[in-house]
């Protein structure tokens, strides 16, 4: 947004958004028609696709706070359809500002004080500087959690399911040869993200005393032991 406000002729290439146009980055993901173009991360309905799992794996879970950022324009889109699931699915959703570590302590140290609860972390870059300390939260607290990416589950965390973002930003870079070699960002279709995973901790799993279904584990693209 910040750079979008500072030009409007040099080249810009976007990987981690969610929805440009209704952010008003791109006129349409076939044809941005501006200086901006790139490649999406999720769509919205991802949020309800995040409790499932959690009921899938843990299906105790009748709560789940989620973890937002409240100063990210696409959060309430994703809190939405979580909510829609969560309904469905008789599970109750509370939402956790992430400003700072201790905003996010207190919160979940408050929402643990009830029983057969989980996490949602949204995508968010407040998510990510304070990984270490959410899988910390989440692991003291007993709470089964899904976070948006792999790096989560690698660190620690209970399941991620999400964009490779590594995938992605290797994509993005043929945006930007492109746009070397004279391509006009605005001429340059917004790309969806193509390769997603499903990513289990199982030793974690085993922590929280859960037992993962077989079928779900084979669906995993990735079982840490």
């Excluded at 349409?28 to 949020?47: D, F, H, K, Q, V």
């Excluded at 009748?62 to 409240?70: K, L």
């Amino acid at each position: 947004m910040a750079l979008s406000r500072e030009t409007r002729s040099l080249p810009i290439v976007f990987v981690q958004v969610p929805d440009p146009v209704k952010l008003g980055f791109a006129a349409s993901l076939a044809r941005p028609g501006g200086n901006i173009t790139g490649y999406t991360t999720y769509e919205y309905s991802m949020g309800g696709k995040w409790v499932e799992l959690l009921k899938d794996t843990a299906p105790g879970t009748v709560r789940v706070a989620v973890i937002v950022d409240p100063t990210n324009p696409s959060h309430p889109e994703y809190v939405q359809a979580l909510e829609a699931s969560a309904s469905l699915l008789n599970v109750q959703v509370v939402i956790a500002s992430l400003r700072g570590a201790a905003d996010i302590e207190g919160t979940i140290d408050e929402f643990a004080r009830q029983p057969n609860g989980a996490l949602v972390v949204l995508p968010s870059a407040p998510a990510i500087t304070h990984r270490d300390r959410l899988i910390s939260l989440a692991a003291q607290h007993r709470l089964p959690a899904v976070y948006p990416y792999r790096l989560f589950a690698s660190a620690g965390g209970f399941m991620s399911y999400g964009i490779d973002l590594a995938d992605t930003y290797r994509r993005a870079a043929s945006y930007i040869d492109l746009i070397l070699k004279g391509a006009k960002p605005g001429e340059l279709p917004v790309q969806l993200s193509a390769k997603f995973e499903l990513v289990v901790n199982l030793k974690v799993g085993k922590a929280l005393g859960l037992t993962i279904p077989e079928p779900f584990l084979q669906r995993a693209d990735e079982v840490i032991e």
